[in-house]
């Protein structure tokens, strides 16, 4: 079964601390994203990958942090720093940087809420 | 802003009835796509319209391209109660990264 995994469904933050979500493809893409989406508002795109071992910021950078040191995997931590982390968080892929732009293929979404 | 902006950002009508929504942009676009999301999920691509194309179908969905006028409408034929989902518009410009607008909301009623 082919697609994009994300995990937690739902992940809770305490007041002062990060959390990591997870997201896995197994789409052989080279190119991963990482959206915000808030209620009843667009996508906002927070990081961006088109290979392993290399990331780009994207509109909404600050207060999130990224890593891909495999292919398949494209964790997003979101710190401390980001005071408003309350949103739906999506991860999306593409064949390439450049397929991206034509068709995205996206995960189920993990709900983040502030205790 | 470079994202699309969808009109209306709600929409309800009964199932059979066909459903339109719009999409407007800014500045001359390369391609323009289609997305549904079901309450809670992920986004799912629907159909991509480029450039120099005018209008484009697949199976209920017809979608029309206005370069002049900077905008798309995405027309659902016979609408079932399974499309109640939110509809985005993403123009695709040269050089920049995807973009997504607000959504329109549909309700199809049984």
């Known amino acids: 079964d082919g697609g994009i995994t994300q995990s937690p469904k739902y992940l809770f933050r305490k007041e002062g601390q990060n959390v990591t979500l997870s997201c896995e493809q197994n789409?052989?893409?080279?190119?991963m994203y990482w959206y915000r989406q808030d209620p009843g508002q667009g996508l906002r795109l927070i990081y961006y990958?088109?290979?392993?071992?290399?990331?780009q910021k994207g509109d909404i950078a600050e207060g999130y942090s990224v890593s891909r040191e495999k292919k398949e995997s494209f964790p997003l931590t979101v710190t401390s720093a980001q005071k408003n982390p309350t949103a739906f968080y999506l991860c999306?892929?593409?064949?390439?940087?450049?397929?991206?732009?034509?068709?995205?293929?996206f995960g189920p979404g993990t709900r983040l809420l502030v205790l | 802003s470079q994202q699309g902006e969808e009109d209306p950002q709600a929409l309800s009508i009964q199932e059979g009835e066909n459903a339109t929504m719009n999409c407007s942009y800014k500045?001359?676009?390369?391609?323009l796509q289609w997305y549904r999301q079901n309450s809670g999920r992920g986004l799912v691509h629907l159909i991509l319209?480029?450039?120099?194309?005018r209008e484009k179908h697949s199976g209920r969905l017809r979608v029309t391209l206005d370069t002049s006028k900077k905008s798309s409408s995405l027309l659902i034929t016979a609408s079932r109660a399974a499309d109640t989902a939110s509809y985005f518009c993403?123009?695709?410009?040269?050089?920049?990264?995807?973009?997504f607008g607000g959504g329109t909301r549909l309700m199809v009623k049984p």
């Open positions: 990958s088109q290979i392993v071992n290399d990331f």
């Open positions: 993403a123009p695709s410009y040269a050089g920049n990264m995807l973009t």
């Open positions: 500045t001359s676009i390369n391609n």
């Open positions: 789409l052989n893409h080279d190119a």
């Open positions: 319209i480029r450039s120099n194309e």
């Open positions: 999306a892929s593409s064949i390439d940087l450049s397929a991206g732009k034509e068709t995205q293929y």
